[in-house]
Nanobody, 122 residues
């Protein structure tokens, strides 16, 4: 059974940084894309970034130049380094495994983590 467990969320002031982690266990090779999504209060979940097996990444325009996705295959862990955080980055952040990399992040999601909250304050 695949499990994805996020950590690293928290509260930070605008302009600050956070690094999210997603530990993956029981990973299946039917998922060729790993990524991060977020859901702001009162809004729909949106893709933030995805990375495929070739290391190709796609980012939402709103986070380009500020967020960086990476993965440590030896540790089966996905990361999201977030810098220059803005108030509008507040939300629940989810890691996910999907079948295809799309314009922003991953699609045809196989597995979701439970989410980790990020709160950016002024």
């Amino acid at each position: 059974q695949v499990q994805m467990v996020e950590s690293g969320g928290g509260s930070v002031q605008a302009g600050g940084s956070l690094r999210l982690s997603c530990a993956v266990s029981g990973y299946t090779y039917s998922s060729t894309c790993m990524g991060w999504f977020r859901q702001a209060p009162g809004k729909e979940r949106e893709g933030v970034v995805g990375i495929d097996w070739d290391g190709i990444t796609t980012y939402a325009d709103s986070v380009k130049g500020r967020f960086t996705i990476s993965q440590d295959n030896a540790k089966n862990t996905l990361y999201l380094q977030m810098t220059s955080l803005k108030l509008e980055d507040t939300g629940m952040y989810y890691c996910a495994a999907g079948k295809v990399l799309v314009r922003v992040g991953c699609a045809r999601i196989n597995y979701w983590g439970q989410g980790t909250p990020v709160t950016v304050s002024s």
